[in-house]
């Protein structure tokens, strides 16, 4: 009978709490949010709006759950793509225990960050100011930004980070902690992410062709898991289309004599065993698919809403 109760009570110890990561492109939500949960759960990349869907890490700190939720980049949307991941980043917020506003320090108050402050003051939830990659500002430029941006917006508390090096990671994770809710944990203790191995292994392979050719490759270029087949021998044959929008685009990512896409695929396959914790035999194609931004399929895979009007 003790044991029954015991278990009970440490059931209703347990706490569930979901934290947004919001912020103009290239703030530093996907390198923050793979330092949280210590693992990579969300592409990293130099080029700006990598991260399209709203992506989930999960951690657990002390008895709570926190389920992150990486949105899109805030900017100013253009294309029908760019508002659909815009209304995603901010329905993300909306939903949210706490919402975290990850703004670069370097960059401080610029016009991308003025326009989130005034949308910020919308969200009806706990708002934190997080200002990020302070190991590259002066102190006194940290306080005097921090000072300015909380006269505008009365944030509920301030943190100080380097999202690349930890510095103040440990902190902002226990804070964020005290604000989940009472109740069971939504996911298994060792999981890392919501999304499936699937989409996590295009997004890794996504990320490697950013880092090869982000020149010459417009962010628009996306890539899909055709195929994930595990073998006798335990491991696993991926097959991954990357679709460009022009056959330009489609030579630059063969490279000559396929040297280019060789380079994105052995990378891509590294990392995408170490996730799949298997050995990984990958196989890419490149296609071209003329105005894919405008097929409501393609948001659908990427868990977002089809914006309609051009």
Not at 7 to 33: H, M, R, Y
Not at 179 to 190: I, K, N, V
């Amino acid at each position: 009978m003790n044991d029954e109760n015991n278990t009970q009570d440490a059931q209703t110890e347990t706490s569930c709490g979901f934290v947004a990561l919001i912020g103009a492109p290239n703030a530093g939500k996907s390198t923050l949010l793979n330092t949280l949960v210590g693992g990579k759960v969300s592409i990293v990349s130099h080029k700006v709006q990598t991260t399209r869907a709203l992506v989930r890490g999960i951690t657990i700190e002390g008895n709570a759950q926190l389920i992150f939720v990486d949105t899109p980049g805030i900017f100013r949307p253009k294309r029908r793509l760019d508002r659909a991941m815009v209304t995603s980043a901010w329905g993300g917020a909306g939903d949210a225990d706490a919402v975290c506003l990850l703004i670069d320090a370097r960059k401080g108050l610029d016009e991308e960050n003025e326009a989130i402050l005034e949308k910020i003051t919308e969200v009806r939830r706990r708002k934190m100011l997080i200002l990020n990659k302070i190991d590259l500002v002066p102190r006194s430029t940290l306080l005097a930004l921090a000072e300015k941006i909380n006269a505008k917006v009365a944030f509920d508390e301030t943190f100080m980070i380097a999202a690349l090096n930890g510095d103040g990671v440990a902190s902002l994770r226990a804070r964020l902690a005290t604000f989940a809710q009472p109740g069971p944990w939504l996911y298994p203790e060792d999981q890392m992410s919501d999304a499936p191995m699937r989409q996590l292994a295009a997004e890794i392979t996504r990320e490697k062709l950013f880092e090869r050719v982000h020149d010459e490759i417009p962010y628009a270029s996306t890539v899909e898991t055709d195929q994930w087949v595990v073998q006798k021998d335990g491991s696993a044959r991926v097959e991954q289309t990357i679709f460009v929008e022009r056959e330009s685009q489609r030579k630059i990512v063969l490279g000559h004599n396929g040297q280019t896409i060789k380079a994105i695929g052995s990378r891509a396959r590294v990392e995408i065993s170490e996730i799949a914790e298997t050995k990984v035999h990958l196989f890419l194609f490149v296609k071209v698919r003329e105005n894919w931004s405008d097929d409501p399929a393609r948001y659908r895979e990427m868990g977002l809403e089809f914006p309609r009007g051009s």
